[in-house]
């Protein structure tokens, strides 16, 4: 089962910021926050991973609370082909660990006009 | 980023038959990794594919059903033995980069009639 709890589906305005929370209450100290997304029909994509600080990249940032129980996925300016299912993953690092890559459900982000 | 090719794209096969996907890296990958997605569902590992070695087959997964090889370092197939509806999916494939991004192929979108 997956380790982390997300809102089934959000709506977001084209070019608002969209923030997408996630919960991983049963965090563990090695295990890192991943974060995807499956725009339809394509594979997923990655876009962003932390331990425990703060990451930023030029897809979007990642924020991760200081007791690591949870984050938030920020896209800055949501465009609509941000719209996807965006996938919070929570995995211990190295090689060989993608069997811990663990899809739950996911958030269904709707950016609309 | 790793490019992934992945053939065919989609197919229409009767029941009974089997369908061997490929999966092309444009680069030497130690690890392979085949998942399934089925209608409406998060992505689910099949199996973990080495070169050189028999692939890892997750819970719930055998190789008499999903046989895979791993001739080099660069390919992989996934072949999807005596269909049956019930396997109408999307099978991908993925690779593991440092430090720690899967990067997945667009798919095969399989209908078994």
């Known amino acids: 089962d997956a380790k982390t709890t997300q809102p089934t589906s959000m709506d977001c305005a084209e070019g608002r910021a969209a923030n997408l929370p996630c919960n991983h209450s049963?965090?563990?100290?090695?295990?890192?926050v991943y974060w995807y997304r499956q725009i339809h029909s394509q594979g997923p994509q990655y876009i962003i991973h932390?331990?425990?600080n703060n990451e930023t990249n030029e897809m979007a940032s990642l924020i991760i609370t200081e007791d690591r129980k949870s984050s938030t996925l920020i896209l800055p300016h949501a465009t609509l082909r941000d719209t996807a299912v965006y996938y919070c993953i929570v995995r211990v690092l190295g090689r060989g660990s993608q069997g811990n890559l663990i899809f739950g459900k996911g958030t269904k982000l709707s950016v609309k006009p | 980023s790793a490019v992934i090719s992945q053939k065919p794209s989609r197919d229409i096969c009767q029941r009974g038959t089997s369908l061997t996907i490929q999966c092309q890296v444009d680069s030497q990958v130690t690890m392979m990794f085949w998942y399934r997605q089925q209608p409406g569902q998060s992505l689910t590992l099949i199996a973990t594919a080495n070169q050189g070695s028999e692939a890892t087959y997750e819970s719930g997964f055998v190789i008499d059903k999903f046989p895979i090889s791993r001739p080099n370092l660069t390919f992989s197939t996934l072949t999807v033995s005596n269909m049956s509806p019930e396997d109408s999916s999307i099978y991908l494939c993925?690779?593991?980069?440092?430090?720690?991004?899967?990067?997945f192929g667009q798919g095969t979108r399989l209908t078994v009639v």
């Open positions: 932390g331990l425990k």
């Open positions: 993925s690779v593991e980069e440092e430090p720690g991004g899967a990067f």
């Open positions: 049963t965090i563990s100290g090695n295990e890192y």
